[in-house]
């Protein structure tokens, strides 16, 4: 080039080495964000679906469960993959077990606040 100035054109010689550390500096940025993306939210969501997974596999006869479409039963007869939900007296149908939202076990309280009503009249 016409306008390259000796000291430029030295420089130039001595980055082309260098070009391989600045580029993994360069990358470093995109590794960390990467990194922080996985333990905020790809793993705690991972940690979800196994945990979610091990309650569907545990329903078993009389648990209350609520479907993916928010229908509350008891469990009647359970198979490898599906449910037979009671919805109410006679009302009777399957689900897939991969389709349960919630499985409350057989004796478990329920929540302080549910049934309580409001005083405020």
Known sequence: MI??????AQAAGGAAAAGGTAALIGFLPYLAIFAIFYFLI?????????QHRAMVDAVKKGDDVVTGGGILGKAVRV???????????????????????DVKPRGVPAAANDGAQDSKD
Do not use: M, N, W, Y
């Open 42 to 50: 790809i793993r705690p969501q991972q940690q979800r679906v196994k």
């Open 3 to 8: 306008f390259e100035t000796p000291a430029h």
């Open 79 to 101: 198979t490898d993959s599906e449910v037979e939900v009671e919805a109410g007296p006679g009302v009777k149908f399957r689900v897939l077990k991969a389709t349960l939202a």
